[in-house]
């Protein structure tokens, strides 16, 4: 038998200065549909998340706290770990955390090749910097003298020698390589917007910070007084996970063999994602990343949610009183896949009660009684392929697409059982009776089966009932 076809996705790893909030939520739900789509049509799949543990940001919540760094990451990855049950994610999930041995020694690997290819020097420098985002900002990145994405914060100045490296020796390596690949970032305006960047020169980036301002970060090789940047450290992450250096067939399975790996990542850090990490990984001698996927960000009121705003989100407290898999539902079908999307706990009861307790759910328990009632035990439908419809849709991390295609489906249904009556009908005419009930658990079945990226259990208690012929339970019970 030969090989099954590799697929390695990742999403990218959230600092653990927080708790878990729904904005992470929708990365890792909307990557693991893609995980469990690609290993339903038969694909060997790695989905990649985990934690991203050093940086200034982290050392100070840590201090703030009065705890050690180690412990405080400890227990916040304990936390984003967790989201595997929560959320249900795809049973072998990986979880790397930026603390983890194996990655820590990928990393000084990873720094020691672009020394060797030139890329790497020391300098002194000043800048401003915005600690939230854990990068350097310049005047047009500012609004009123803050980051847009972390008002609250006041941007530092940094006087000090660091190591950098030479971002400017990729401008056109990059604009070469994005024509090459012109599906590269999802969605194309995305595409667009750091293809501009990268077309404006790219400028020498900090890649270490001094051990006396700030210890909590990788070693650099060779210099103890020296700490590597945030970023050059986590977005190894990529690569450590599947076990490189070490293990040469881990990653020519991978990432040669799979053309590299699919990053979700939101709108924040389409410059790290598709600019800085894919020129790394050239200086390192490695082939880039095979895509992005960019997402917008989940507002609340139309605001940015904030803890100072007390307007955060919990993807565990909603968990607790609907299930996992409403909020799974939501997040697929009425979020946007690429554009920033409102959310309210209003609008999720609402899309709650009308498609999942009055439409899905009503509607499963009215074919499977009339099946339970009118059909004899063992008449399983057989397993129809997927609509090509359905298939495009998720393939082009359209989501909501996927959704759409399913939910008609779901009123169509909805519409034979009025129209054709098979509840009337058995009385005159049992034999038609039951080849209509028979034909609309057919299409229940698939309907199951479409719904298993996006809402494992759901579908699993719809194919499990078909199997039993039998009404199951209410699969949602109405909220008031």
């Known amino acids: 038998m030969a090989d099954k076809k590799a697929f390695y996705l990742t999403t990218t790893l959230p600092y653990v200065n927080a708790d878990p909030h729904?904005?992470?939520?929708?990365?890792i739900v909307h990557a693991d549909v893609q995980a469990r789509f690609h290993a339903l049509t038969g694909e060997d799949v790695f989905f990649n998340t985990g934690t991203d543990e050093h940086g200034a940001k982290i050392h100070r919540k840590a201090v703030e706290e009065g705890k050690a760094p180690q412990a405080y990451v400890d227990e916040y990855a304990a936390k984003f770990r967790g989201l595997k049950d929560k959320l249900n994610l795809y049973p072998e999930i990986h979880f790397i955390r930026t603390t983890d041995a194996k990655h820590k020694a990928a990393a000084q690997e990873f720094w020691q090749r672009c020394l060797a290819k030139g890329d790497i020097y020391k300098k002194n420098y000043q800048i401003r910097y915005c600690v939230g985002c854990e990068l350097e900002k310049t005047d047009s990145d500012l609004v009123d003298g803050h980051c847009p994405l972390h008002p609250n914060l006041e941007i530092e100045l940094i006087d000090e020698e660091n190591y950098f490296f030479k971002f400017s020796n990729y401008s056109q390596k990059l604009l070469d390589f994005y024509k090459e690949k012109p599906d590269f970032v999802v969605p194309s305006f995305r595409f667009n917007e750091i293809i501009k960047f990268t077309e404006e020169g790219l400028q020498d980036f900090s890649i270490s910070r001094l051990k006396e301002k700030m210890p909590w970060g990788v070693a650099v090789p060779n210099d103890e007084g020296h700490v590597m940047y945030v970023w050059f450290d986590a977005l190894v992450d990529y690569i450590s996970t599947i076990d490189w250096p070490q293990d040469e067939q881990s990653f020519k399975k991978w990432w040669i063999e799979t053309g590299g790996v699919v990053q979700f990542a939101g709108k924040d850090q389409i410059r790290q994602q598709a600019a800085m990490w894919q020129a790394m990984l050239m200086s390192a001698g490695l082939t880039p990343?095979?895509?992005?996927?960019?997402?917008?960000?989940?507002?609340?009121?139309?605001?940015?949610?904030?803890?100072?705003?007390?307007?955060v989100i919990d993807p565990y407290a909603i968990v607790g009183e609907y299930g996992v898999d409403p909020l799974r539902y939501y997040l697929a079908r009425h979020i946007s896949p690429f554009e920033d999307s409102d959310f309210s706990m209003e609008k999720f009861k609402e899309a709650y009660n009308a498609n999942l307790a009055n439409g899905l759910g009503n509607l499963v328990s009215r074919i499977m009684k009339l099946a339970e009632d009118n059909l004899e035990a063992g008449t399983r439908p057989a397993a129809a392929g997927f609509p090509n419809e359905y298939i495009e849709a998720i393939k082009k991390y359209e989501l909501n697409k996927a959704m759409d295609h399913i939910w008609s489906r779901v009123g169509v249904l909805d519409e034979r059982i009025t129209r054709e009556a098979p509840y009337k009908l058995v009385k005159t005419d049992k034999e038609a009776a039951q080849k209509i009930i028979f034909e609309m658990t057919q299409e229940l079945y698939l309907i199951g089966r479409m719904l298993n990226p996006f809402m494992p259990e759901t579908s699993e208690k719809i194919k499990d009932a078909i199997v039993a012929n039998k009404k199951p339970e209410n699969l949602f019970a109405r909220k008031d």
Do not use: D
């Open 22 to 27: 729904i904005g992470f939520a929708l990365e």
């Open 289 to 311: 990343s095979k895509q992005i996927v960019i997402h917008g960000f989940i507002n609340v009121g139309g605001q940015k949610m904030s803890k100072s705003l007390g307007n």
